[in-house]
């Protein structure tokens, strides 16, 4: 070997002569080997074979002594530990060599030749791993980091002899006669590490475990004076982690709630002031410590305190605010999650309440809850037809039934979810083929779904038939808009057809939308031009009821979708159900008081006028007696008697002459000139009500004749 050109560092602590010749020369052995395993000319087993016959060959120190120092412990030390020191010094790695050598030959089932042979085979990996360490040692003392490291790892005879009370806070490893088995923070049970990788030192990997658990400790937190720094720092060790390839860090996903938490803060605030907030949040040690998925709530209501007391200091808006502090509620609650897995329903709660939207957001939770309970393997072995009698389907089959007269907004959630899972690895190649095979599971699952609503029970099995149905109709929807001409085609469209239940309909629009969504930059009615004269008959009646509606189905009608908001659906309800006369006298009385309710009355009439743009539209008598006539004295009462011959004008479309008299071929201009007219009539009408006289009341009420009366006779209202 030609040694006049090596260039030598300048490296310290180095322990055997010529160590960086030595070092320049693995180098060397390194980077042929791994280009050729690059380019694939050589497999593991050849590197590894081709690397200590390289060595053998070129080691300064010639063949007999690299074999007495590779079986020669206290050599293999020296030599090493110079192999180290050149290793950090090359990469620039601010730690020590002792930190290094003790993390890399602190695991005694791991032979000098494997360690060595691994440092070569994986030179890149041990980089980065060593780069992370470097980055948690900015914010943990080095020999603090070591000795938790090492005070972590157990070597005994009896891993049953292992103090079953752990109040650690931190990973366990245990070596013992019948191999590693790792205990969690604060748990006593036992996890079995099986380890066939020569690659994968396992002490590495519950070192790097601690690592990350010592970061989210409030002490080494709150002493952090720039959160900005703080997260780069944790960004890196994050990223750093996930592109290991021979190591699994289980509690990677735990750190990322503690990376979120930070950078809410740094999103929110300035980095000064961060700090500040940071310092509040982590002032005690178990600050982030939650046991239940109310202390997370709690702590986010501490948090939004926080953030609406320190209003000068925030540099987000509203919108910003509300979406990171929902996103960061669902990351920890997600992660909450990972550590108590039996109580899913708890956080299935928490997104079920009305005045949350953590539902936006809750992809990630339902993704848990699903790899949990195998719920899309269930679906899909046994097509739809979960077997409830599964004895882990029973406590989400109680949490529904919990939920049976609320809100079904879980269920929605869940169907949504898995149906998106199960549709998007399938190949549309397969489609038709799938419509084929699957046909019988459609008829029979379409037959139980509608007795399970009507008997309302079996929530999870309900779930896992309409998923299904939901993934096989789009499948269907799909082949229908390619134009199949596929024989069953026909019987999925007889089916269909004979079909008339409630959910039946559901599932028709369901495949009508997403005909829609198919067909890019189209509209419902390009759909219905599409499809009008294909042979599809269950289709047929839905497409062909758009044309009556064409002439208005773009009208903007007024409604009070702000102030009065509340009161208008009140109304809308009470009216769709005038039968119960009592609740409508009630309202009629309350408009006396309220302005934001006899607006939205008014308002309502105008919506009921507005039906008689529909060619043929008949005339509600029994309507017309109600308002006209039964409650002519009450409406008189509240609205004055101008008040009751433009409502009871409303009710009958006004008379012939009228300029407000509708008719199916006016024009849409035509149309939105009388609502105009309409809403500013009464609008000043309602003003009626207002608690307090004002000018603009005193113009309209004492001078009504005057004024309001000359404004409907001018549009022949006033009758």
Known sequence: MNLNNVEISLVFDLRLPCAMIEYTVIRGICKILSKQQSENDITVGDFEQRLWLKLNEKTIYGKKIIFKIFENDKLFEHYFNDLLCSFLNENNIQLT???????????????????????????????????????????????????????????????????????????????????????????????????????????????????????????????????????????????????????????????????????????????????????????????????????????????????????????????????????????????????????????????????????????????????????????????????????????????????????????????????????????????????????????????????????????????????????????????????????????????????????GATLKLFILKQLVHMSKNVTLTDVRDLFVHRNVVWLRPLITRIEPLATNRDLILPLPLFEGHNEYLNINETLNNFDNIDKVRTLIKNCRTNQELAYGFYLWFIQYYCRYLTPNIQKDQRFIQVFSVDLKQLLIDSFEPIGFNLLASLCCNFSDGSYFYLQPNMSKKAFYCRLIALNIVVLCLSTKTCPKTTYFGTLLLIKINICLKTILITFNLYV
């Open 97 to 503: 060599s002792n930190f290094v050598f003790k993390i890399i030959c602190t695991n005694p089932t791991r032979s000098n030749k494997t360690r060595f042979q691994s440092l070569l085979t994986n030179w890149e990996e041990i980089i980065q791993i060593f780069r992370i360490f470097e980055l948690g040692t900015s914010l943990i003392d080095e020999n603090s980091l070591l000795k938790t490291c090492m005070r972590q790892f157990i070597v005994i005879d009896d891993q049953y002899r292992v103090d079953a009370n752990n109040k650690n806070d931190l990973y366990t490893l245990i070596l013992s006669k019948e191999g590693f088995v790792q205990l969690e923070p604060c748990n006593d049970e036992q996890h079995l590490k099986s380890n066939s990788n020569d690659n994968r030192d396992l002490f590495i990997e519950n070192s790097l475990m601690n690592l990350l658990k010592k970061l989210q400790k409030p002490k080494y937190v709150r002493n952090v004076e720039s959160p900005k720094q703080l997260i780069t720092k944790y960004d890196l060790i994050y990223h750093g982690i996930r592109t290991l390839k021979n190591y699994v860090v289980d509690n990677l996903d735990r750190f990322s709630s503690h990376i979120s938490l930070i950078r809410s803060i740094t999103t929110l605030f300035d980095n000064q002031f961060s700090a500040k907030i940071i310092k509040q949040i982590y002032v005690e040690d178990d600050a982030t410590n939650f046991d239940s998925c109310n202390l997370i709530h709690r702590f986010i209501e501490r948090l939004t305190n926080i953030i609406e007391t320190a209003e000068n200091h925030i540099k987000a808006d509203k919108t910003t605010i509300q979406r990171t502090i929902l996103k960061l509620e669902c990351e920890l609650l997600k992660n909450w999650l990972i550590d108590h897995g039996n109580q899913y329903s708890d956080v299935l709660t928490v997104i079920n309440h009305n005045d949350t939207d953590l539902w936006r957001y809750s992809s990630k939770i339902f993704l848990y809850i699903n790899r949990r309970l195998d719920l899309i393997e269930n679906i899909e072995n046994y097509h739809g037809q979960i077997p409830v009698e599964n004895g882990k389907f029973k406590k989400l089959e109680k949490f529904f039934t919990k939920l049976s007269d609320q809100s079904c907004k879980i269920q929605l959630l869940l169907v949504n979810h898995l149906h998106t899972n199960l549709i998007l690895p399938i190949n549309e190649n397969d489609f038709e083929n799938i419509l084929r095979k699957d046909y019988r599971f459609f008829e029979r699952n379409m037959h139980e779904v509608n007795e399970h609503l009507g008997n309302e029970r079996h929530h999870v099995r309900l779930i896992g038939l309409i998923t299904w149905l939901k993934y096989y109709t789009q499948i269907y929807a799909f082949v229908l808009h390619n134009d199949s001409h596929e024989d069953i085609m026909s019987n999925i469209d007889r089916f269909l057809a004979r079909d008339e239940s409630i959910f």
